[in-house]
């Protein structure tokens, strides 16, 4: 049987253990309720930051609701956004080559599409020289909105006409590919127009477009809620 002076110790240095164990618990609890107050004060403080703009958005979607926001283009406008696109030109092997240019802008009244005429020149490879073609062509194309930067883009554009004196017939299909594919790859890709994002009246109108037509000579766009 061990003695009382021995078992004393044993008991006091498990009573401390047991203190020191409670104090940890108590410690880490303490620590994971303030991380916690913490992250949700700050999910709290990132709400309350984009709740404002929220509410203005609904607000305006409210009472701007039924009605219309219209933006008019110029050709002189859409004219400088052609401009800034071209020249461009596809190429088919080392022998064939389709350069577009000088696009002109005609708005047609009643119309939904925009029109305009531009420069072609085929560079077409004759027993290792290279002869060019000069001719002509006329693109239409519609209207697409896209939400994600606010901006008008040119819409499924069509080659409607192209004439080349001088193709050799077995390059004639390719040309027309050419052409095709430029105004699919490039001109579909130019913003026509760019909502101002600081205008809650226009971010809100921009939700749905309504309508593209040419009226008095301009590019007339209807958007509503």
Request: glycine share 6%; hydrophobic share 40%.
């Amino acid at each position: 049987m061990q003695s009382l002076d021995a078992v004393v110790p044993l008991a006091v240095m498990s009573e401390s253990n047991h203190e020191r164990t409670s104090a940890d618990a108590e410690t880490g609890e303490a620590e994971w309720r303030r991380d916690s107050a913490l992250a949700h004060s700050r999910g709290r403080i990132a709400a309350l930051v984009g709740a404002p703009l929220l509410m203005l958005v609904l607000v305006a979607a409210y009472f701007l609701r039924g009605e219309t926001y219209v933006v008019q283009l110029t050709e002189q406008q859409i004219q400088e956004k052609l401009d800034a696109r071209f020249p461009m030109e596809k190429r088919y092997l080392p022998v064939l080559a389709l350069t577009l240019s000088e696009p002109k802008v005609e708005l047609i009244e009643g119309s939904d599409r925009v029109s305009f005429g531009m420069k072609a020149v085929v560079n077409v490879r004759f027993a290792g020289q290279a002869k060019p073609l000069g001719g002509t062509g006329t693109v239409t194309t519609g209207l697409r909105y896209n939400p994600d930067d606010y901006s008008f883009y040119f819409d499924s554009p069509t080659v409607d006409e192209l004439v080349v004196q001088g193709i050799p017939v077995e390059y004639v299909d390719h040309v027309n590919t050419l052409a095709s594919q430029l105004a699919r790859d490039r001109i579909s890709r130019t913003p026509v127009y760019t909502l101002q994002r600081t205008d809650l009246r226009q971010l809100a109108a921009s939700l749905v477009l309504k309508e593209v037509t040419v009226r008095d000579g301009r590019l007339v766009i209807t958007l509503g809620i």
